[in-house]
């Protein structure tokens, strides 16, 4: 025999807490190996000129999303199994995890909520100074112009923008019309690329971010309700 009463229904509310903590961490796997091969994004991380790269610290958020994602389907799976076979020992262990994950992720958030702006700046920062240079008159080797501007295009085709501000981007459109620059895309769009980027990349750090705060909710339920089952299995006259 196992646990009876509120100990019970408390006991599959656990599995059940756990089963949507088991997909959310699915989810979060999901959407992480989403933008991490997600094609506008992998066009422009491949970018480079004369041996600048374009900025990584998207990446490294992804890939910290793809590894809490997978321990999140772990510790899932463990919180499922623990209250199903009522063992003191994993809801124990599940618990112990929980504390840490949440921990991580609270010191995550406040780090994301502190530099939510810096992605989006530094592919800005990238993309102004590959822009500068193709409108610069300084470049002598037709090789490198030529290399500077195809980057660009793959920028504007990219994002289907053209030109750092509405100013640059009536220019370019003019200039790429007339044939003196072949910077923009044939579509020859008026939109300016640093609304693009902040598009591209801060937006979907916001649903990121709001996902994660959905999970926090469900871990400090979870841990609340682990202890009491775990407490509740040890006080039962059945053990």
């Known amino acids: 025999m196992g646990v009876e009463g509120c100990t019970k229904f408390m006991k599959y509310l656990l599995f059940f807490l756990n089963f949507i903590f088991w997909l959310a961490g699915g989810v979060i796997l999901g959407v992480a190996l989403w933008l991490r091969h997600d094609q506008k994004i992998s066009n422009l991380m491949s970018l480079e000129v004369d041996g600048a790269h374009a900025p990584t610290s998207f990446y490294i958020c992804v890939h910290i999303l793809i590894a809490v994602g997978t321990v999140m389907m772990v510790v899932g799976f463990l919180g499922c199994y623990g209250a199903i076979q009522e063992s003191q020992c994993l809801l ?71 030109g750092k501000d509405k100013t640059t981007s009536v220019i370019s459109v003019l200039t790429s019309k007339v044939g003196f620059q072949d910077v923009c895309s044939s579509q020859w769009t008026l939109v300016d690329c640093h609304g693009k980027i902040d598009e591209l990349f801060s937006d979907k750090i916001y649903l990121v971010g709001i996902a994660a705060l959905v999970v926090a909710v469900i871990m400090i339920f979870e841990m609340i309700f682990s202890m009491v089952l775990c407490c509740g299995i040890r006080n039962s006259p059945v053990y």
């Open 92 to 162: 124990g262990t599940f618990f112990v995890c929980l504390v840490i994950l949440f921990a991580c992720e609270v010191a995550a958030g406040i780090w994301g909520y502190m530099n939510k702006d810096t992605v989006s700046k530094e592919m800005k920062n990238f993309y102004d100074s590959v822009y500068d240079m193709a409108m610069s008159d300084t470049i002598n080797d037709p090789t490198k112009k030529s290399t500077v501007g195809q980057v660009l295009k793959v920028f504007h085709e990219t994002l289907q923008c053209c």
